[in-house]
């Protein structure tokens, strides 16, 4: 939890200003019994009404100043709290966004959101807790046993033996509950996984009738965190009863000993009854203790969380000093093996391959043969474990991150569309882009026409993923996008594989008069034909590679899959 503070320094001020409120309510908190006592021995039994009304006056005064010290207090609580919050968000936000994607493999997309929403959350409640009464709570309990020790430390003895026992009995709960809610909050990323994967694939839940099965998965992880959540929460909840136990204890005994010693004339009644209030007091501050023990634990908890997102280590291509800048796009791979971070197998074995800046290669291959993975290193979402990258024959360290990836156009195969309008949605290729250049885009793209049908055109919203557009729509505004940003080079990642033969034919010739290099992965021969070069993977690793004519030539893998697409009619003569 320390490690957050640095989070509250940009508030030192606003938070003096709500301890020194605090303060305020804690002296006269602590002031009132000594009062009460004044009144009891030298007005009530001395019989002084004047004496009453007089420090009874003032008993009302500072309760009305603790009222407003109270109120003013929670305005500057709230305001560090939610501005903290709004602070560790968007540090941990921006620290999501420099993930390598080796690190967003590691943490779940559910747990991001938890740590980013519920946990956050916590923290907050927790600075406001702590600035209005948590602080507060064990100051009543310290402050009260010293002035009770003032007042008379025979009786008050009966304090000093008990609080240092509970003191140790909560520090060990704390310790305790802080694991128990680790484990209760790595039961909801789990409870949270689910129900995104279920909303995300409601339509295929529905069409495969599926609904009783996932309810039955929500439901295991929901039962496990009820039953985590049961069980910190009874540990949690012991501590009431057992604080109240010794305190009553205290109490009996202050009132026991207190008579004696009135009796023995070696105390006032006031004086007891001040003790008597000043353990009643403490009493109440302890009965907040269970509550701040279950917060606290649950905070400690998030905390650690919060901390590991934001400790974690950030992509380290981001580098300023670099200034090479891709200029043709020609790309190079000398010997490039590769394996995902944890896994044994390599999906691409000694990849050597030229592609000359300007052609278009076509990528073809078995599901699982490396074709994505080969595009991934290009914008450096992964390194390669051995061998070198080369773009315009410097390698590839030695561009500057963002620089190298706005010099890229990349449409992913699984195609993701955000929700807003088409032209926010264009705008993502190039912020500063004009209306001339979008419309070019999109006519490249032949989506265009599409869009000018519209009712509201560029304006026209879409829906979360792209729900209210056909698979070819939504691949061409993928694409737009790309182009937008006039690249130098361009990776298609099958994203034409909604499209019907006549539009992806009038798509590739628009590309070609970009002055960019063209990567595409296609399972179709049509498009294929259309390419400077065709590469075929298999394994991870180049079995063949050349034009349409040669591959027909020397490739048996490449002959049968023109025989099988010319046999299901998807080949088109040239």
């Known amino acids: 939890m320390l490690k957050l503070f640095p989070f509250l320094k940009p508030y030192r001020i606003p938070i003096w200003i709500a301890l020194s409120l605090m303060f305020i309510e804690l002296i006269v908190e602590l002031v009132h019994p000594l009062l009460l006592a004044k009144i009891i021995d030298e007005g009530i039994v001395e019989h002084d009404m004047a004496l009453v009304m007089r420090w009874g006056t003032i008993m009302i005064a500072m309760s009305l100043v603790a009222f407003l010290s109270g109120v003013i207090n929670s305005f500057y609580a709230a305001h560090v709290s939610q501005s903290t919050g709004y602070d560790i968000r968007g540090e941990m936000y921006e620290k999501i966004q420099r993930f390598s994607f080796e690190t967003l493999q590691r943490f779940q997309t559910s747990s991001l959101i938890t740590r980013m929403t519920n946990d956050v959350t916590l ?81 295929m839940i529905k069409v495969f009738v599926t609904r009783k099965f996932e309810q039955s998965r929500f439901s295991k992880q929901n039962e496990e965190l009820k039953e985590k959540t049961i069980k910190a929460m009874r540990l949690m909840e012991i501590a009431m009863p057992l604080l109240l136990l010794l305190m009553n204890i205290s109490i009996v005994a202050i009132i026991w000993f207190g008579n004696i010693s009135v009796i023995g004339q070696n105390a006032q009644v006031g004086e007891v009854v001040a003790i008597l209030n000043y353990a009643m007091r403490i009493t109440g501050a302890l009965s907040m203790f269970s509550m701040i023990v279950i917060i606290f634990s649950r905070t400690k908890a998030s905390a650690e ?44 074995k000694d990849i050597s391959l030229t592609i000359e800046a300007g052609q278009t290669v076509a990528f073809m291959g078995e599901t699982g043969s490396g074709k994505s993975s080969l595009f991934q290193l290009i914008p450096r979402f ?73 009712p509201l055109q560029n304006q026209t919203m879409i829906g979360q993923k792209g729900v209210n557009l056909s698979g070819g729509q939504k691949q061409r505004i993928s694409i737009a996008r790309a182009l937008v940003r006039k690249p130098k080079i361009l990776l298609l990642d099958d994203s034409t594989s909604a499209l019907d033969v006549r539009t992806e034919a009038k798509l590739l010739k628009a590309i070609k008069g970009h002055s960019c290099t063209t990567l595409m992965i296609t399972q179709k021969i049509s498009t294929a034909m259309e390419a400077d070069q065709i590469v075929l993977l298999e394994a991870g690793q180049i079995i063949a590679k050349g034009s349409h004519e040669e591959l027909l030539q020397q490739s048996v893998l490449y002959q049968q899959l023109v025989q099988s697409q010319e046999r299901r009619g998807v080949l088109v003569n040239e």
Not at 383 to 410: M, V
């Open 305 to 348: 969380r919060i901390v590991d997102v934001i400790e974690e280590e950030q992509e380290n291509d981001i580098d300023q000093k670099q200034t090479a800048t891709v200029k043709k796009g020609k790309i190079v791979f000398n010997n490039v093996s590769f394996r995902y971070p944890k896994m044994n197998d390599y999906v691409l």
């Open 382 to 454: 992964y390194e390669p474990e051995t061998g070198s990258i080369y773009i315009d024959n410097q390698d590839i360290h030695s561009f500057n991150g963002q620089k190298l990836r706005k010099a890229i156009g990349y449409v992913p195969q699984e195609v993701l569309l955000f929700t807003g309008t088409i032209e926010e949605n264009l705008k993502w290729g190039k912020q500063d882009v004009t209306l001339e250049e979008l419309e070019q885009a999109t006519e490249e793209a032949q989506i265009k026409e599409t869009i000018d049908s519209l």
């Open 123 to 203: 923290i907050q409640n927790t600075i406001f807790m702590c600035l209005r009464i948590m602080l507060r709570a064990p100051l009543v309990v310290f402050g009260g046993v010293i002035m009770a020790l003032f007042v008379n430390a025979q009786i008050a003895l009966m304090l000093v033996v008990t609080i240092p026992i509970i003191i140790l009995f909560l520090s060990w709960m704390l310790k305790r509950g802080s694991v128990i809610f680790k484990d209760v909050q790595v039961r909801l990323d789990r409870l949270n996984h689910v129900f995104r994967e279920n909303l995300q694939a409601i339509r």
